[in-house]
């Protein structure tokens, strides 16, 4: 595909914003607008687009042979090691009044930039990106759906397969494997969170063996073909015990209600309201003390976040997490979590795998 | 261990170079001077050292929970989903004249704080944090070492296996299996660069099939205990070619004439002009387009580099790659690498694996 409609669609948003160039280095906004991926290293990666005239992709040489070149929408200029790219950077920015930087560019590369190009103000790269990536298209629906059908895929794998007396590191190294297998390019997280370790929500897999009774939470996702996967599933070693079976009936019950409340014209906080209201209701309200959900495409975390204080209304092509959790302290946790585009003809859930708590060896 | 003394040498490095206040977000300056590190999201982590006052970590509260505290060295502030972590950054950092910034820290919170500090001048931070980490002391270096011998053991074991009918994705995973195999807490990377392919030099793994006569570059290292390796060694499926061979001869002859050059007291350019100039003398200057080194520590990549232009004399502890390259377009890439530390005892090359062409099947 080329990329040049995205970049003329770019072009149309600095004008609207009254931005003069656009930088962008790391993260999601240059592939989206290019298809090439910079790499996180010192060496710097940057696209050059001014509101009116050719786009220019800076790159190191030696990763000059990465890119796939589009004559049509970008020129490639490679810079040798002994070259300074600030300067070629700034040379093709000319003289911007209004710069627009992409969000996760290097603060040592924006404090260059800044010194060399003392007439112009900075603003984020996400002021004109953003707002193109928030709302995704048919294909990229499709694509995001492919994704998380691979993770599906992997959750239910995961049912039929023992827990018992592994580390979560080896779980871990499991969904990775599975997730490459089902056609991730690549794995973005993992997480596995046994026992008292689940209720730390961004635990990191560690060597604790897993146990009879032990609450598993597996949270994994990654990426296939530029769209980002993220799911959800919660595990139990043998019969639940009632404490726990009653808190995860409450949590799916959560999950549906904000899944329910999803719809078009409806503001990010009040689906964040909905999950939220169930689980307080149920006398869990401090122990889910994050967001219900983020934003999900090229990157696993965007725009939108579903989160008290967003009154932004979802429109059609919205795509997020809903994931609300209930977390117990030296016991265990709890998080349920699918994919949701916000359509005209009502939330449409792109996790199929099922959500009930799976009981395993 | 605390981190206590690492951040007392930072606020003296503060008052050698004029910073009032250090800010620290994802990158290896935060862990190497607190022990956390960062999740590279949206939600800011920041380390807030004031000069003169103590220090704070302001971290997502549901990532708290990973932070191991030590309240020698800092408080822990976490913010809660509905808090802004920029007000409360400012707000601890007070009214500084001089900032110093983290060089990863996104572009969005550079630009959010610089709104919020108005008063503030804003430089590297690696201007006070480059410094402490260029110098390896006794158990840094005993760590890289640590971490050297356990990409050796990889390389060693890949010189029995087979290449020949994998796909360079399959030998990728296989580096990554054994890295962690050997200890590696974390993989970073593991350039898989078959025939054609090794022509550039950060060629990402592809689902090319490995055939017979092939020149195969791997390299790759990841993290162990907080430091990392980097290794690359050359495989070829079958006897090699004299082409092929006596290219090697040059590269390795380069490689060592290189190692024998890093000796206390010489400019990092003359070890990158000492691997250079074999093999332009070979007739491959324009074959060999990047540096011969980069700093190692606890980032893959760091100060010192190896390259022309740079004339810091190397100092005892000094960490870095040799890694002189000769690549032919449409043919084949070679690349020798090994982790050096400069002592006053001569160059300390850490990693022990041959550097023989490996014969593989």
């Known amino acids: ?7 003329d669609r770019a072009r149309t948003r600095m004008e609207t914003v009254g931005v003069d160039v656009l930088l962008l280095s790391v993260g999601a906004d240059l592939p989206y607008l290019t298809g090439y991926e910079a790499m996180p290293l010192e060496r710097l990666t940057m696209l050059v687009l001014p509101r009116d005239g050719e786009a220019t992709l800076v790159v190191p040489e030696l990763e000059a042979p990465r890119v796939v ?13 002994t070259e300074d790219p600030i300067a ?3 040379a093709l920015a000319g003289r911007p009044g209004r710069v627009a930087i992409g969000d996760r560019t290097w603060a040592r590369f924006v404090l260059a930039l800044q010194e060399a190009l003392p007439g112009a103000t900075f603003g984020p790269g996400r002021d004109v990106v953003g707002a193109l990536r928030l709302r995704k298209d048919a294909a990229e629906v499709l694509a ?3 994704a998380a059908h691979a993770v599906d895929a992997v959750a239910a794998e995961m049912r039929t397969r023992p827990f ?6 080896d779980v871990h190294r499991e969904l990775v494997d599975r997730m490459l297998e089902h056609g991730h390019q690549r794995p973005n997280f993992a997480i596995v969170a046994s026992g008292p370790n689940g209720a730390s929500p961004h635990h990191d897999p560690a060597a604790r063996v897993i146990g009879d009774g032990d609450v598993v939470l597996c ?4 990426t296939m073909a530029g769209y980002c996967s993220d799911i959800t599933r919660m595990f139990v070693v043998g019969e639940p015990t009632a404490e726990i079976a009653d808190a995860y009936a409450v949590l799916q ?3 549906e209600e904000a899944f329910l409340a999803a719809t078009v014209g409806t503001p990010c906080e009040a689906v964040d309201a909905a999950a939220r209201s169930v689980i307080a209701d149920a006398g869990f309200g401090p122990n889910f003390m994050h967001r ?6 090229v990157e696993e975390h965007e725009d939108p976040y579903i989160v008290a204080g967003n009154a932004t209304p979802l429109e059609p092509g919205f795509a997020f997490s809903i994931e609300p959790g209930i977390y117990l302290r030296g016991r265990f946790g709890l998080r349920l979590e699918d994919i949701v585009v916000a359509a005209e003809s009502g939330p449409d859930r792109l996790n199929c795998a099922s959500r009930d708590l799976a009981v395993v060896g």
């Open 164 to 169: 018992a007396g592994r580390t979560e590191l």
């Open 144 to 146: 995001l759906r492919a």
């Open 69 to 81: 070149p589009e004559p049509d929408a970008f020129t490639i200029r490679p810079w040798s090691e």
């Open 292 to 297: 219900t959900g983020h934003g999900i495409g």
């Open 88 to 90: 070629i950077v700034a």
């Open 253 to 255: 019950l959560a999950q």
């Open 1 to 7: 595909m080329s990329h040049a409609p995205r970049l």
């Open 219 to 222: 949270d994994f996702g990654g």
